[in-house]
């Protein structure tokens, strides 16, 4: 749909919407708040899009071809219906980087719509419902939306089954890279790093070869920005992280057919690879039992105080070839008075460049750096 516009020099689809908005307005039928804006256009676009169980038959259907059609197919719907705001992300500013540690992608991110202040002061008149719980819940799916809650008319998920439980697989809004998805719990309960998250993990990048899947942390500071949705991402790209060489190999008696190595990032990581993804469930596992328990505090780590559990993982599962790899980065998110917004953290003196946290996308090798960098 949106190749055929460009190519007959029409409007794009988002840019009719805005039209539509601003008239609606300019007539006196809708009040200028953004929020309402976004609500009329999703509900335009609803109009156009097939009921989610249709939607998933169609997905299954094209997955029985292959599983980059479905993705394809989806992507494309997602882009064409407005759900992901193509017109928003085209204002990012991304570039690429050299580094010691190779090429690194950054985004100064202006892709988020501003608010107007009377949105601001709407918003603080507006009782929380409580529905849904997060901007992550199942029900997001077809929500018309309210002051302070997107409108999601023209959301679509697809539901996909990981560990014998319902989870739903859909496209970021505000994508960072290309096929950049969500998948996400039936259930509004919390970010958890366990065994069942590696086989989660590794389970997807086995239905959908071509994407990578990782998960934020499950602790405050080295964790992603919501912690109460049990959730990953994944996509069709290759970020730095994926090209990164390796500092020293490692090997285990018990599992001789796995590959590992440390490798040469600015984050500790250990990479697995094997043919099978059981044996690297296996390792992970016990490696992730062995950090959340390791104390060295010459290096300043310290696995359990009052504050409660310190270390934890962001892994990343992706295809290399035909082998399965796993990416276990090593997390600690302890603060100190010198450091009070996280030792292992971007410290005081580049915080007026980056201050958020270094979520899995960063993490990866991808900067997304804020706003006021231009402004
Ligand atoms: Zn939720």
Not at 118 to 124: G, L, S, T, V
Not at 337 to 344: C, K, N, R, T, V
């Amino acid at each position: 749909m949106a190749r055929a516009e460009a190519a007959a020099g029409q409007t794009s689809i988002p840019e009719l919407l805005a039209q539509l908005v601003e008239d609606a307005i300019a007539r006196g039928v809708l009040e200028d708040l953004t929020d309402l804006g976004d609500i009329l256009a999703a509900d335009l676009m609803n109009v156009f899009l097939d009921k989610p169980s249709v939607i998933q038959r169609q997905f299954e259907q094209h997955y029985r071809e292959s599983p980059q059609r479905a993705t394809g197919w989806f992507y494309r719907l997602c882009q064409s219906s407005n759900d992901i705001q193509t017109l928003q992300i085209a204002r990012n500013v991304v570039y690429q980087a050299p580094s010691p540690y190779g090429v690194l992608d950054i985004t100064i991110n202006l892709s988020k719509p501003e608010k107007n202040p009377r949105d601001i002061a709407a918003a603080r008149h507006q009782r929380s419902s409580g529905y849904p719980r997060c901007l992550l819940c199942v029900e997001n799916e077809g929500y018309a939306g309210r002051i302070g809650h997107p409108a999601r008319s023209n959301h679509r998920m697809i539901q996909i089954e990981l560990g014998g439980e319902p989870w739903y697989f859909q496209y970021s809004p505000y994508a960072y890279y290309p096929e950049h998805c969500i998948i996400l719990s039936h259930e509004h309960r919390d970010m958890h790093i366990d065994r069942q998250t590696i086989t989660n993990l590794l389970t997807f990048v086995g239905r959908f070869p071509h994407y990578f899947a990782g998960s934020n942390a499950d602790l405050p500071i080295v964790g992603g920005s919501i912690l109460t949705h049990d959730h990953y991402q994944g996509g069709r790209y290759e970020l730095p992280m994926a090209r990164a060489g390796s500092t020293m190999r490692l090997s285990w008696p018990a599992w001789p057919e796995i590959e590992a190595e440390v490798l040469d990032w600015p984050m500790t990581t250990l990479r697995l690879r094997a043919a099978s993804p059981g044996i690297l469930t296996d390792l992970a596992e016990q490696i992730l039992l062995a950090w959340r328990g390791y104390t060295d505090k010459d290096a300043d780590i310290v696995a359990h105080d009052e504050q409660g559990p310190h270390n934890t993982i962001t892994p990343i599962a992706r295809r290399r070839g035909h082998a399965f790899e796993l990416d276990l980065v090593l997390r600690n998110n302890r603060q100190s008075s010198e450091h009070p917004l996280g030792i292992f953290h971007p410290h005081a003196d580049v915080h007026h460049i980056k201050k958020e946290n270094i979520g899995l996308i960063e993490v990866m090798g991808l900067a997304v750096l804020p706003a006021r960098l231009l402004t």
